[in-house]
């Protein structure tokens, strides 16, 4: 049974930090490549980051230069550092698995909530 669980919502003042972590169990995860969606509300959701099975990243261009993601093969788990957060980060935040040879997300997390707010 595939399971990806996402860990490090909550609340945080604007300029503040939060580390989402995602820890999958059930797949192969080195040949996985992974990510993490937000969903605020009343939007569609939306790529924020990604990295591939072979350590390649990609970010929205609303949170490059403030959120990191990073994976740790060893752990089975994905990191989302995200920095200089905005109210506008507010949202669901949903980490995915995707094999590296799958044109669409094979796995999603339950979701975590990040607030953004004063």
């Known amino acids: 049974q595939v399971q990806l669980v996402e860990s490090g919502g909550g609340l945080v003042q604007p300029g503040g930090s939060l580390r989402l972590s995602c820890a999958a169990s059930?797949?192969?995860?080195?040949?996985?490549?992974l990510g993490w969606y937000r969903q605020a509300p009343g939007k569609q959701r939306e790529l924020v980051a990604a990295?591939?099975?072979?350590?390649?990243?990609i970010y929205a261009d609303s949170v490059k230069g403030r959120f990191t993601i990073s994976r740790d093969n060893a752990k089975f788990t994905v990191y989302l550092q995200m920095n200089s957060l905005k109210p506008e980060d507010t949202g669901v935040y949903y980490c995915y698995a995707r094999h590296r040879l799958s044109s669409s997300v094979d796995y999603w997390g339950q979701g975590t909530q990040v607030t953004v707010s004063s």
């Open positions: 990295i591939t099975s072979g350590a390649n990243t």
């Open positions: 059930g797949i192969r995860f080195s040949i996985y490549g």
